[in-house]
């Protein structure tokens, strides 16, 4: 322990550090384990090919995986896909999330009541609210297609789930439904500490609720607003189970991860579709902590 | 007349736009129109999972689906709890057994963690937050293929100790956070009296910084048992037999293995939301600022 000793003035603070080392520890430990550990292993695993029996181990094969990734069709439309509906979710559950928290910024009777029933869609559990909207949404059973279709808005029987084409759409609805309250959340909160005067001010010098909007109330949401967006980006761009189990007929990069790692069993090639994955996450996780500093989150 | 409709629906959109209550009678109505399109937006899906577990099979199927209530029944929710056809019960006991485990030691290791990097100065101290606030924004994909390995070599695949270990640390960057936010807020005399009144510092942690931090406590608790109960991924990949399953994954085989047992699902997804929705209008308010400060995902 002699290295340590230069570090502390006194016994006392030694004592200190090692008791505040002591009890982080299991902390680290466990994160080292689980996921600092898993992460450098996934870099080896992506080069090699994962035999199926895990007594033996991997062949090295270089950079093949990426090689047959980078130059698949299926790797960059499942990448475009990836874009679509990251950017779709975001923009649409950021936006709703901006419009009812500016509706909810007033006093009204029942206002927790309701701001309590407007979270309910982000708490709770997936594959609950997956499986309703599957429901809702059913040709044949679903009251949605049905309603549309009594409208003359709609007329397909194959089901707005089946096609990828009017899936992906869907599982962005359903991702903003999913998402906005947490957006609203953090947006209200900010509102609320916007001071009353600076909109008696513009009052007074003849500003329209337009003006106020865009001259007061965005200027101060606009850095809650970059963090819900950055957060939201980077969280819907590996998003898994709430496209997964609303249809199979999307296919996101983590998703064709999944699928090739564990559907195929080519575990290497997952591996790299994992690594690359974590590497964009890697760059927007880097820029939000340079932006925010890691205790403004 | 079209400008006296474009006056009154400025105005509405005017309470739309800053929230002030205009004294207009159109403005009100604007608003909880407003209102009570966002509330239906946001219920309709819980509305209609709950009448659909309580409709019986024939008019769930039937040529022309409603949303309007017709004959009430029970028969979906006993058929889970005594159909040989689903486990729903053991999924559910699985889900709870494993989330009330995952949140207890998460908070134990959360408590002495947090205490010790904002209050204890050693070194790496910044070095370990800033790591914490990094590995909390990472999500399951990216280590699950590596994950899988490691189990396997290890003999781990298909045991409740694979959805423990990986369950306490992906909620752990979260618990870490929700407390050191909240013992940063705390005043430092109260522990630097019990200090001087001969504690240690252990005892201080346990006596003294633990009771006052009950709420976010219950808070962090929760959260920690809100994502062990939600999560998918992990368990698809590291459970095989029908035995062990949660409640995520065995919905999802209930609704791939059987047609159309609608009914039967939205039971058993009301089932799966209750505890969750239980919980988080009693502690609301607890809920709400865990969620504003710790931005939390799951």
Redesign the interface.
Known sequence: MTGLDQYFESPAEQREALLGIGLILPAVLLIGAVILYPIGYNVYLSFTTVPLNPDRAPTWVGLENYVGLLSSTRFWSAFSTTLVFTVGSTVLSTVAGLVVAILFNREFRGRRLARGLVLLPHVTPIIAVAFVWQFMLSPLWGAIPNMLAEWGLYSNSTGLLAQSSTALPMVIVFSAWRNFPFAFLLIVARLQAIPESMYEAARIDGAGPLAQFKDITLPELRGTITIVVLLRFIWEFNAFAQVWLLTRQVLTLPIFAYQTAFANFEQGTGAAISLLLFLVQAMFVVGFVTLFGEDKI | MILRIYAQV?SS?????????TDSRLGHLG?YL??AL??L??????Y??LI?SLTPDAA??SD????LPGEVTLSQYSVLFTSETFAFTSYFFNSAIVALVTASFSLV??V??A???TR??????GL????????Y??????????????L??FGLVDTRLSLF??Y???T??LT??MLWNYFESLPVEIEEAALLDGYS??ETIFRVVVPLSLPVLVAAFLFAF?IA??E??FA??FLKSQAKLT??IG??QM?SNFN?V?GQ??AA??L??LP??VM??YL?QY??KG??AG?V?G
């Open positions: 400025r959109l005017g309470v739309l736009k800053t929230g002030y209550d608003f407003s209102l966002t509330l937006i946001a219920l309709l899906p819980f209609v999972m659909t769930i199927y022309d689906p409603s949303l290791v959360g002495i963690g205490y010790s990097f204890l100065e050693f070194p790496g101290n370990v937050r800033r790591g914490v606030v990094v590995v924004m990472l999500s399951a994909i990216t280590v699950v293929v590596p994950l899988f390995q490691l396997a070599r270990i990986t306490t640390v992906s752990l960057p870490l956070y510092r252990v809100k109960w939600n998918y991924i698809s990949v409640l995520p919905i999802e609704n159309n609608w699902i939205m997804s009301f799966t939301t969750i929705i988080f209008l609301e809920m709400v969620l504003t931005a995902e």
